[in-house]
């Protein structure tokens, strides 16, 4: 019974594979930018501690450890929202979500602008860690859902790419204007996403799910195209919901029963195993890193900022011409050997080798780091996880894999500065292994999804019964 429904599905969306591809129309464009927004929005509220600094501590008088739980804080925030995503998706809805996950930016920003003591500025950013973590979750679902499936990977690279946008402006324009002045400012692009909603169609695919049939071939049409026939994409949709249904229950502890363990395991696994390699950890404490390495902080994270964005671009199209895998797989062994060399700089200096040496070895690995980490090691699992999880457990393993992503981003952050000070060779020899483990687990579980419908992609990867 159950390999000979999953065949069923399969050969279903074969028979259709050719039947129907769509060219890209500015309602997908729309709702990409719309989705994408979020992105952004994250991104700045993740650069906004590095200017604002020694405005904040100077006008408050906060201690470094007290700037630094406003700084963190917001990670626990993204775990609170990562706990909620899912469920405030599938409940009310894609497009309700991004409005929820503005309110709380919103408000964050609001309290850190006005806040005139120091708990303010914490709940602020606690508050907009709990809308980064919905959106982490909202935006590449979204995406994936609205978007034909031979661009679908170029339209959520491209959204993700607008979070290195964001960052780098915040650290930018920071320098030039106050902290409270900042914070207004990142609160536009959750103003531009909140009227930006209005305008954009609610994912078919969650439609189907509540059984809105009429609602999902009009989406579809808006998003395909007045004169588009999206009569045999509609059917698949509906077949698919409709089989996948019929096969679950509705229990929360369904979701680690063997038919999804595939899926958990690629979504969770490729989560915290990039985490481990030091995704987050290198990128929020580099300063430090080339400090300890005897560079320039300033002079290098500016070469690493600039860099990062057309690496970045690259990886809109790397995603859809290279395909998830093969990115992956390459942009982890580049992470991998990045972290080698700055692990060897660091012993070299242990042995008391050429200081110059050393600078030099350390500031190549952490640019060759975070070149690959932007080009696909640090973004690709977002794709993968928006395409492979299934529409009925899509709230509840989303929400999973996007709170071990925040809960090791966490970990990894707050140990790092521990680790390093005991042994920072040691360190960057441990996130090598874990950027090599990605590459292993890549080759021998994650599927490559490119040119395929999500209906293909999760009749393939989940055992039916």
Request: aromatic fraction near 12%.
């Amino acid at each position: 019974m159950t390999e000979s429904m999953e065949e069923g599905l399969l050969d279903r969306s074969s028979l259709r594979k050719e039947s129907w591809q769509f060219h890209v129309t500015a309602n997908v464009i729309l709702s990409s930018s719309v989705a994408a927004c979020g992105y952004f929005a994250y991104g700045f509220a993740s650069g906004y501690p590095s200017p604002a600094q020694l405005g904040i501590m100077d006008e408050l008088g906060l201690s470094i450890a007290e700037y630094s739980v406003f700084a963190s804080i917001m990670t626990l925030g993204g775990m609170i929202g990562a706990l909620i995503s899912g469920k405030v998706a599938d409940v009310f809805g894609r497009r309700v979500t991004m409005w929820l996950l503005d309110l709380f930016f919103i408000l964050g920003w609001c309290s850190i602008t006005f806040g005139k003591r120091v708990w303010w500025l914490d709940s602020g950013r606690l508050l907009m860690g709990v809308g980064a973590g919905i959106q982490l979750y909202v935006a590449p679902i979204y995406i994936s859902e609205v978007t034909p499936k031979n661009i679908r990977g170029c339209f959520v690279a491209a959204a993700a790419f607008t979070l290195t946008l964001g960052f780098s402006l915040s650290y930018y324009i920071g320098n030039n204007m106050s902290w409270r002045t900042l914070a207004l400012v990142g609160a536009i692009p959750c103003f531009i996403q909140v009227l930006g909603v209005f305008f954009i169609p609610e994912s078919p695919r969650w439609l189907s799910k509540i059984g809105l049939e009429k609602e999902v071939e009009a989406s579809l049409q808006r998003l395909r195209g007045e004169n588009a026939d999206i009569s045999t994409e509609a059917a698949e949709i509906k077949d698919f919901t409709e089989t996948v249904q019929q096969h679950s229950g509705s229990k929360f502890m369904e979701l680690f029963s063997r038919k999804y363990a595939r899926p958990l395991i690629v979504g969770t696994g490729l989560m915290a195993l990039v985490q481990f390699g030091g995704s987050s950890a290198i990128s929020s404490f580099a300063s430090s890193i080339f400090r300890a390495a005897g560079y320039s902080a300033e002079s290098a994270s500016r070469v690493i900022a600039v860099l990062q964005i057309p690496f970045a671009a690259m990886s809109i199209i790397l995603t859809e011409k290279a395909g998830r895998r093969l990115l992956m797989m390459l942009t982890s062994a580049g992470a991998c050997l990045g972290c080698l060399l700055a692990a060897l700089g660091f012993l070299f200096e242990d042995y008391h080798r050429s200081a110059e040496l050393t600078s030099s070895m350390v500031f190549t690995g952490i640019l060759l780091f975070s070149i690959s980490s932007t080009m696909g090691m640090g973004g690709t699992p977002w794709i993968i996880m928006s395409e492979i999880l299934p529409i009925n457990i899509k709230g509840s393993a989303g929400s999973l894999t996007t709170l071990v992503n925040c809960f090791t981003s966490w970990l990894v952050g707050y140990t790092f500065n521990f680790l390093f000070q005991w042994n920072a060779a040691g360190i960057f020899f441990l996130f090598a292994f874990f950027c090599g483990s990605v590459v292993v687990f890549v080759a021998m579980l994650v599927p490559e999804t490119k040119g395929r419908t999500l209906e293909e992609i999760q009749a393939s990867m989940t055992v039916l019964q």
